[in-house]
């Protein structure tokens, strides 16, 4: 049985890997979870020995199939619960992602079953990130972009939203900006801050940190399944 720390690892792992490619460094994991480069090195030890990454020295790892099955379940506990307290529990998008990632370990299979079945099989947790397959297969990427990879007179669909901070969250809630919302960039202002017009005609300005934390898809196009990178700490 694996431990929690063990399943933290290989998320993130999955995360930096889906974003970047493999194989993953130490000191990207290290940053991602606030570790030590030693302490990074002594677990990569642990899960190649327990065959669930490859380790080329020098340059880094890379999931095994055992390793990337045991990171998308994980996954898909933690967003399954995200939608979960969101939708019947009246927990703000701000509020979920911790909630649920002291949770994600520790829920059985029955229990994922039912709570997947209540919710009707939804495909993404309230901050637009998909949700893997109950079969765990590995997620489809798809072009979506940072707002901030947009000009002036674009218009776009939100996809997700970087769930890393809660005031980010909350102010985007604010703003009318969560997933589906239609949004033309009306300005860019030197100094990086974005104005857009919401479909009600509001328009809103958002520092460049925090468009960077929203992905956008060309709008009227269909969300489907894809692995977050930077905008997901899940």
């Not at 020295?57 to 898909?76: D, F, M, P, S, W």
């Not at 370990?105 to 079953?113: D, M």
């Not at 969250?169 to 100094?191: H, M, R, S």
Request: glycine share 6%.
């Amino acid at each position: 049985m694996l431990s929690e720390v063990m399943e933290d690892y290989l998320k993130t792992i999955y995360r930096i890997q889906a974003r970047s490619g493999p194989p993953v460094s130490t000191s990207a994991i290290a940053d991602a979870l606030d570790k030590t480069p030693a302490t990074v090195t002594s677990m990569v030890g642990t899960l190649t020995e327990r065959g669930l990454v490859t380790r080329e020295k020098y340059k880094g790892v890379e999931l095994t199939a055992e390793g990337e099955t045991v990171a998308l379940e994980v996954i898909r506990h933690h967003r399954l619960l995200e939608a979960y307290l969101a939708e019947h529990l009246n927990y703000s998008w701000e509020e979920v992602h911790d909630e649920a990632d002291a949770l994600e370990h520790h829920i059985s299979e029955e229990f994922e079953r039912r709570v997947a079945e209540l919710l009707d099989d939804p495909v993404v947790d309230p901050h637009g990130d998909p949700i893997p397959s109950a079969d765990l297969s590995p997620i489809e990427s798809e072009g979506t972009t940072p707002l901030t990879a947009h000009d002036v007179g674009d218009c776009v669909t939100v996809a997700r939203v970087s769930d890393r901070s809660r005031d980010e969250l909350a102010y985007l809630a604010d703003a009318g900006i969560t997933p589906g919302t239609e949004l033309d960039i009306v300005d860019i202002a030197p100094f990086g801050m974005y104005t857009v017009r919401t479909a009600s005609g509001d328009e809103q300005s958002l520092p460049a940190s925090i468009a960077e934390a929203i992905s956008v898809r060309p709008p009227g196009s269909e969300a489907s399944s894809d692995e977050p990178g930077e905008v997901s700490d899940a």
